[in-house]
């Protein structure tokens, strides 16, 4: 499978450094794209900064020399992670303005898997109105809201709630988190 992962300035870079820590280049193709504030998050919010295993392809905004700019190369889905209302905004509007949001645009069109998890409190009208639209356009959106059934113990734990519904959502087999009602091996 071939996967694109956007990272934007939302508060929650955590939940894209545990998505890219399980999917494996060896097995996935998997790119990633940052927004033009990811990086001001990401520098608070990891203070190791952003690990990319080996055999990850890292994209510039600034060129639409990637293959997914076209609807003629599409990954099999792409993932918006931690995902700005900003940035959900100027997709729901079909910017285009980057290649993060032409790839984005470029999903929508061709009707391939869209997967946005957005990260704010509270929300306003402008928010739900564009998450409608989004909807309606056949974006699927998985906000970062953790569960706390399985009895999270560290911040990771409480993060990769939100990851394994990610990865459920893109068919990537995993064991991230017990499954509500599962009997254990
Ligand atoms: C520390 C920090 C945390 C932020 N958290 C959020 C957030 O949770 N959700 C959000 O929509 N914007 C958040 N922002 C604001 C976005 O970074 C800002 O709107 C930016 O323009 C988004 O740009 P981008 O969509 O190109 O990444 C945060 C900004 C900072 C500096």
Avoid at 87 to 100: K, P, V
Wanted: some cysteine; proline content about 6%.
């Amino acid at each position: 499978m071939r996967f694109l992962v956007a990272i934007t300035g939302a508060s929650g870079s955590l939940y894209a450094q545990r998505l890219l820590d399980r999917l494996d280049p060896a097995e996935h193709e998997v790119h990633v794209i940052l927004s033009q504030y990811a990086a001001q998050v990401i520098s608070t919010e990891l203070p190791d900064g952003l690990r990319l295993r080996e055999g990850v392809l890292q994209h510039s905004l600034r060129s639409m020399n990637l293959p997914f700019a076209s609807g003629s190369n599409p990954p099999d889905a792409m993932v918006v992670i931690p995902c700005s209302m900003g940035t959900l905004g100027r997709i729901a509007h079909g910017l285009s303005s980057d290649s993060l949001l032409r790839c984005a645009d470029v999903m929508l069109k061709e009707r391939k898997k869209l997967i946005l998890v957005p990260r704010e409190t509270p929300l306003s009208l402008v928010h739900v109105k564009n998450l409608e639209l989004l909807i309606l356009a056949g974006a699927q959106i998985l906000p970062a809201n953790p569960s706390y059934y399985t009895l999270p113990q560290t911040v990771e734990q409480v993060a990769d709630t939100v990851v394994a519904r990610v990865l459920d959502h893109l068919g990537v087999k995993h064991d991230l988190v017990a499954r509500w009602q599962e009997e254990p091996e």
